[in-house]
């Protein structure tokens, strides 16, 4: 199986109203694939699919070979998948390192802690700080973070636990420049030094055409389009319409 | 005709008034987002002051209501100003504090009134079809609660409804529009807190009037209003009318002791087994 | 745990030091066995209010029938000694075992639930239980008495009974030891899992934490708690009744914690204690005693918003901690 992830003719209603109508999506090992849409698409919805948030309600999810369709979300995180989310959702009452550490433990869950491992967990924490930028602010609330940081918080519990495939939810957006540009290189070498792959979610072209490999299109619950994010400007002239209305929306 | 008719009519008639209730308590869960424990202490209140009325000579349902409504008004508003909205920040204190009142109130009606059952007296029936009493009680309520169903549904749905939705929505954005939020909390905590003590002001002709009575109304509601979620008015209505009937044929074909076993166990099994179409989402705030 | 984490948890050992020794030498200050009986009491109501802090503060599950827990113990303690005949210690540890295995079904039964439907199931279970054992009679051994309901059921202790003095001192040794152990699993890696879950259930699933297991294991811990709390109050009081299935009984649980500061520990424990002891303790009426008890809790939580301990914690919490926005935040 060359595909780390692959999702097969997921279909989801919620009541009457049919989100997810026969949806196809692949991810191979190393890459980076943008998933674009417009809200209301159902992009958001794959993504809980594909995550364990939802379960589909016909379809299936395979990751690494392996049937995780009703894999629960946890479950998921411990075998290689995690995601971030689009409103991030911090611990009201737990530091930075407590917040991270919580998904340090739990990724642990399956090794038995010796005494040389709890000192490990201690620098592999300190180092996941570093590496993300939280560090300095590793004592403060978690709640009190500005967006920014709390966007890299959700990235060092995401990958936290050696994942091998992330699904960054939108992460990019609403940021200020340099938020965003210090979020992006830190995708990069994530990418580039752990090999992970990435399956990234925007309704922002720009940043879809700097980051992925491949590009998803889905309006309407439905896959229209697949291909080089540097042709998405030219297939999909009427959604840069709707990303124009989103962008006066978002500020 | 059978006794099992007037059993099902008043059953229907008791769960009006439990859906008055059950109404209430989902505008406070949903508008004031808090879990109301204090919500079965105005139902007794209302019972009270129908007792205390009849008592004075005063007969008449609609006077029941009235006073009731008023007295339970300025009791929720009063409640809403100095404890729930200070509160906000801490939902589960807010709950424990509105339990707090419902003992205080609990233990206040023992103290003016005993322990002991009262009743009102049933006075002359509205009308007698096939064999069937109807009373006045049970046919004002059945009216108000299709009003108020209705009334509600209507609300929601219309262009007067919005700030109420918003305010439930994002309270943040309902302020930034320049709605009072703080006076609207207040008010529809009296105003559901009105409602509650008009459903005992309405029901206490067919219950034993005791301090505690407001417990199981209280319970009934809450899983009324949970199973049908807020915003569907008429699944209130029809969910807490349904209880009602359960709650009175079970108390005649068994015993009292058991209706209430029996609702506990509806509970379970509701929360247990959460058929589809139950409030997964629930009032959406985790304490 | 790194030790440079003063946040999440206040630093009472000051207060708790002190006040465990006064009341070591309370009763050298000449108490009548009234008081003492009082204060007896009174550790065992707040071990059991801190077992409610476990799941209803930490693990933030708020329980409306922890006296289920509670009435299963004393009721396997008197029924186990009085018709089955087991010395008390056996009868002790079965309590033990069967009050976790009830939290071990309510933990599983509400574990999918959220916020007040847990409060709404855990409440239909305890009232359940509550309705069952008042409708249950049971016969003595030798015939000629009939036990259960109200009047409840005797617990057959076989030794002389305790004096006043010992009995105290036994249950102050419980409550010490039980408060350590309550604040060492709320400082540890389960009670750190237990606070994320209270937080945001979807970020600690997102980030491996089998939340159904947590909660359940959160619900077995405090149910162990509260059952050991049970057999003391079986063992102290001699007798089993259906007052410990009550609602009153699960309500003050919630409401003592709240008073004293959801998920502090400390706070339930203190405010336990000395709540009960004022309402017990002192002259007043029982009419009076609940009036005083209801204005006291809404005048407590109108001013100090999380209880006692929580607020002042969150006020200590926030001078402590550098203010985010003046360095480094961008």
Known sequence: MSDLLLAE???????????????????????????FGPNGSGKTTLANIISGLVFPDRGRVLFEGKDITRMTMDARFRAGISRTFQIPNPYPSLTVVESVRVALLCGQAARQPGREEKAGLEEELDSLLGRTGLFAQRFWP??????GCLRRLEFARAISCRPRLVLLDEVFSALSAKDEAELVALMRSLHREEGISFLLISHNPLILEELCDRVVAIEDGRVFWEGMPGDLARYVPATNHAHENEMHENG | MSPLAQVLVDGIFTGASYALMAAGLALILGVVKVVNLSHGAFFTLGAYVAYVLEANGVDHPVAAVVMAAAIAFAFGVFLGKSFINPVRSHPFSVAVGSLGFAILFEQAAQMLWGPHPLSIDLGAPLATLHGVTLRRWGVISFLLSLGLAGGLSLLLSGPWGLPLKLIAEDEEIAGSVGMDVEKIRYLTFGAASAVAAVA??????????????????????????IASGMEKVWNLFFLAVGLGLLSNVSAYLLA??????????VICLLLVLRPSGLATAGPGRDY | MKKSEPFRHGKFPGVLAAGAGVLLLL?????????????TLGFLVAVYTGSWDIVGGVAGQVSLGHALFFGTATYACALLTSLAGCPFPLAAVAALLLATAAGAAVGTLSAPLKGPFVALLTLA??????????????????GGYSWGGEGGIPVLLRVQPLSPWTAYYAALAFLVLSTWLMLRIA???????????????????????????????????????????????????????????????????????????????????????VLHSLLQGTGIPPAGRVLLYALALLLTLRFFPGGVAGTLRDRVRSRRMVAPGKEGNR
């Open chain 3, 27 to 39: 009763p050298l200050a000449g108490l009548d066995a009234f008081l003492l009986n009082v204060l």
């Open chain 3, 125 to 142: 279970l305890g009232e359940a239980a509550h309705e069952f054992i008042l409708g249950q009679t049971f016969f003595s051994p030798q």
């Open chain 3, 187 to 273: 400082r540890s890696e389960e009670g750190l899992i237990w606070t994320a879950l209270s937080g945001s259930e979807l970020s600690a699933r997102a980030s491996g934490v089998d939340v159904l297991r947590y909660k359940r294991r959160a619900f077995m811990f405090a149910a162990a708690l509260a059952g050991a709390a049970g057999v003391g109050f079986a063992a102290f009081v001699g007798r089993a009744t259906a007052d410990d299935f009550s609602l009153e009984l699960s309500f003050q649980a919630a409401t003592f914690a709240a008073v004293g500061g959801r998920g502090t520990i400390v706070g339930p424990v203190l405010s336990a204690l």
């Open chain 2, 256 to 265: 009292p002791s058991w209706s209430y076993v029996l609702l506990l166990a």
């Open chain 1, 9 to 35: 003719g997921i279909t989801k209603s919620f009541g009457t109203t049919r989100v997810l109508r026969g949806v196809n999506l692949a991810v191979g090992r190393g890459e980076v694939v943008g998933l």
């Open chain 1, 142 to 147: 978690a709640a009190k973070l500005s967006q």
């Open chain 2, 200 to 225: 005992g002001a309405l029901l206490a002709p067919a219950m034993a009037i005791t301090p505690t009575m407001g417990r199981v109304p209280l319970i009934l509601s809450l899983i009324v209003v």
